[in-house]
T-cell receptor, first 114, second 111 residues
């Protein structure tokens, strides 16, 4: 079964450093997403991406965050200057169609900011 | 942000019992999805419901979308230890791309 692949599975970084989280969505999917889950809390939407541009972003997705699809297969989330409160599981997801259809989520990247 | 309330928060039952978990909101959703999440893993889609009153069955799991598309339920018949996990509901709206997740129901099924 097709799957969404995320790397790395764990990332530890120092506060203020930049991190790039990588995702390979399912090849025929057109919509791509990043979500995060702080330990013990609910899954929260960060951003959606379609047709090479951001289609929607949440209040969490401020200027320190950016997304890119550099080569038609990878989908990346960059956090420019990490803060302690950025520590969370970051999930990439993709879907064939918008909204009414389910997503396929990756296994996540656990980001720890120290 | 449309809030989704899931109940109960925790549920511990014995193998063979039936259970129902609920997902409620004051908002109308264009679709509602149920996911199951294991510790340290991403959510795995179980079902999507889009029509008010819709009922979908997945083996021993029965999902229902409320007539007004504000609530949903998941019923498990004859629960098995393999059903243990965190069950999440997530709603989408016509005007947006985001899914709003509930906090989940943590289910433990003991042999």
């Amino acid at each position: 079964e097709p799957e969404v692949t995320q790397t790395p599975s764990h990332q530890v970084t120092q506060m203020g450093q930049e991190v790039i989280l990588r995702c390979v969505p399912i090849s025929n999917h057109l919509y791509f997403y990043w979500y995060r889950q702080i330990l013990g809390q609910k899954v929260e939407f960060l951003v959606s991406f379609y047709n090479n541009e951001i289609s929607e972003k949440s209040e969490i997705f401020d200027d320190q965050f950016s997304v890119e699809r550099p080569d038609g297969s990878n989908f990346t989330l960059k956090i420019r200057s990490t803060k302690l409160e950025d520590s969370a599981m970051y999930f990439c997801a993709s879907s064939e169609a918008q909204r009414s259809y389910g997503y396929t989520f990756g296994s996540g990247t656990r980001l720890t900011v120290v | 942000t449309q809030l989704l309330e899931q109940s109960p928060q925790f549920l511990s039952i014995q193998e063979g019992e039936n259970l129902t978990v609920y997902c409620n909101s004051s908002s109308v959703f264009s679709s509602l999805q149920w996911y199951r999440q294991e510790p340290g893993e991403g959510p795995v889609l179980l079902v999507t419901v889009v029509t008010g009153g819709e009922v979908k069955k997945l083996k021993r799991l029965t999902f229902q979308f409320g007539d007004a598309r504000k609530d949903s339920s998941l019923h498990i018949t004859a629960a098995q230890p393999g059903d243990t996990g965190l069950y999440l509901c997530a709603g989408g709206v016509h005007s947006g791309y985001a899914l709003n997740f509930g906090k989940g129901t943590s289910l433990l099924v003991t042999p």
